[in-house]
């Protein structure tokens, strides 16, 4: 496949790696595409890999991974062109995270979401909310104690998610846990919190949720 990542931080970063060392043809994209973090990225994966800018890797992807901080993701997407997603997998991996005061927030509050704001915006494409809750060092080839728990994901289109689940398995998930709809986001995206709060009191940030039953 083609992938196109927007956002080149640790979780855009991680993403790519994992889709080039399964052979893919992935550009990741920056703000600024010649920057460090980014040609840094370039020098030390080696596949089929490229950096560009935001409407680059739009274009070059038949998969778009939406790595971007929260709050800049909507403005992301309009510099990369909302036509240039236009009937592509869009996996939207951002949380809407407010930093103001001791702990964060969501901007969206919980009668919205960050993943049905960019479907939304992006109407035409076919978003899927996944790896949202899990931390970047654990996104490919994840090692929990135990065994990694599927992943939990939402989506209004099957096709899309049936895609979803099989990136899942080539980067070592046991497959999603689906929750329906993209409104299912914003619980997805609430649920972060609780992530922040275990870490804090577990001091590690390695870990996931487990849905177990008797």
């Not at 096709?159 to 979803?164: D, E, H, L, Q, W």
Request: charged share 20%; aromatic share 6%; proline share 5%.
């Amino acid at each position: 496949m083609k992938v196109g990542v927007l956002g080149s931080g640790d979780v855009g970063q991680a993403l790519g790696r994992g889709f080039v060392n399964r052979g893919h043809d992935v550009k990741l994209s920056s703000r600024n595409p010649k920057g460090e973090a980014v040609t840094t990225w370039l020098s030390k994966t080696k596949g089929k890999a490229s950096t560009g800018t935001y409407a680059d890797a739009a274009r070059h992807g038949e998969v778009l991974v939406l790595a971007t901080p929260g709050s800049a993701t909507e403005d992301i997407i309009r510099t990369a062109g909302v036509a240039n997603f236009k009937g592509k997998l869009v996996i939207d991996v951002t949380n809407p995270l407010a930093f103001e005061g001791s702990s964060p927030g969501l901007f969206v509050g919980v009668t919205d979401s960050l993943g049905e704001r960019i479907q939304r915006l992006l109407p035409d494409a076919k978003v899927v909310k996944a790896f949202n809750t899990v931390p970047n060092t654990q996104m490919v080839d994840p090692k929990f104690a135990g065994g990694a728990p599927a992943m939990m994901i939402a989506g209004d289109d099957a096709a899309a998610k049936k895609k979803v689940a099989g990136i899942l398995k080539e980067f070592g998930w046991p497959g999603p846990l689906d929750l329906g709809g993209i409104q299912s986001a914003r619980w997805l995206e609430a649920s972060v919190m609780l992530w922040v709060l275990a870490g804090t009191a577990l001091g590690r940030w390695d870990h996931a949720f487990q849905v177990v039953h008797g």
